[in-house]
């Protein structure tokens, strides 16, 4: 029998542990022993790609290289799992658009504020990102008022994706045909591609940083709702507990958190309050409710 290797340089447990490590300082995604093989496959064709015949010298030139901090964002970017597609975890998006959303629009009407802002966070190639616009549009809640929902990412390949917002048909895999009327076809692209409409991309906007970076997210002031979800399983607990105390403060007090279906707050955060919806429990900032931040910081907008 025969078996095909993969060429190119092979990783020595030492070298793992080296990159693995300054892949998880730098983006909270952390690779344990379990994920040895790929890991040494997905980081293989990038030292390939760069012509350095061993995994010392692949790091070192991360580490060291003048273009060393760009090579990183391409060994994140080989790394990282990108799946998603539009309308994933449906009751979750029924609990978002039957009984969030029309809080949410109580909450700031109650406040004399005619703005919603939904963010994404990890948004991947932004299915996530139009599907929640779609269903904020649908409601019919907010027609009039300054409506954004932003995605991030900490791959810019994803992000042209997202921005280009056309989607070949695996990713209309879960999509009720109810939603057919908010994409048209795409003639440019084979296969049955679509292309989300205009109204519903006059909604959103998409931004590349690192959920790491908490002061970045300051730039999108204060929001309504978040959605995080299939993110921060693949991140250590510290950089996940950062990560949602970085979300506590960019909500508005009684503002939304949703997570992945098997994600949870446990030992992470107890600053968040559980609300009972009708098709699902979720994360909300308690009405009354300070910063967590030193008001240095909080004052950066
Ligand atoms: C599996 S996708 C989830 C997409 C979407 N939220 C969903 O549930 O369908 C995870 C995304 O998180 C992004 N990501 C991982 N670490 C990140 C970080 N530190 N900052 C921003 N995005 C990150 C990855 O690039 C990837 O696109």
């Known amino acids: 029998m025969t078996f095909l290797l993969d060429s190119g340089p092979r990783m020595r447990r030492d070298e793992f542990r080296l990159l693995r490590d300054l892949v998880n300082q730098r983006s909270g995604m952390f690779f344990d022993d379990s994920s040895f093989f790929v890991f040494e496959r997905r980081l293989r064709e990038r030292a390939k790609a760069l012509g350095v015949g061993d995994?010392?010298?692949?790091?070192?030139?991360?580490?060291?290289?003048?273009?060393?901090?760009?090579?990183i964002e391409e060994a994140i970017d080989a790394l990282v799992t990108n799946e998603t597609y539009f309308f994933r975890e449906e009751y979750q998006l029924r609990a978002f658009g039957e009984d969030i959303l029309p809080r949410l629009h109580e909450q700031a009407a109650r406040g004399n504020r005619k703005?919603?802002?939904?963010?994404?966070?990890?948004?991947?190639?932004?299915?996530?990102?139009?599907?929640?616009?779609i269903l904020v549009l649908r409601s019919r809640l907010f027609d009039g008022w300054d409506v954004r929902v932003f995605g991030n990412d900490i791959s810019k390949r994803v992000l042209g994706i997202a921005r280009r917002g056309v989607y070949p048909r695996h990713s209309f895999r879960a999509m009720p045909p109810l939603y057919d009327e908010y994409f048209e076809p795409d003639p440019s692209q084979p296969g049955g591609s679509r292309r989300v409409v205009d109204r519903v991309r006059a909604l959103c906007q998409f931004g590349h940083f690192n959920l790491l970076e908490r002061e970045r997210a300051s730039i999108l002031g204060r929001v309504d709702a978040i959605f995080c979800r299939n993110v921060l399983i693949y991140?250590?607990?510290?950089?996940?507990?950062?990560?949602?105390?970085?979300?506590?403060?960019?909500?508005?007090?009684?503002?939304?958190?949703m997570l992945g279906h098997s994600e949870s707050l446990l030992n992470l955060s107890t600053a968040f309050e559980l609300a009972h919806l009708a098709s699902d429990m979720v994360y909300r900032r308690p009405v009354a409710s300070h910063s967590l931040l030193p008001p240095r910081r909080e004052g950066v907008r």
Do not use: K, M, N
């Open 55 to 71: 995994f010392t010298s692949y790091y070192q030139h991360l580490r060291f290289h003048p273009r060393g901090a760009e090579e």
């Open 115 to 133: 703005r919603l802002v939904i963010w994404s966070a990890g948004c991947s190639t932004g299915e996530e990102v139009y599907t929640l616009a």
């Open 235 to 257: 991140f250590d607990p510290t950089s996940r507990r950062g990560v949602i105390d970085s979300f506590y403060d960019r909500l508005q007090p009684g503002g939304y958190l």
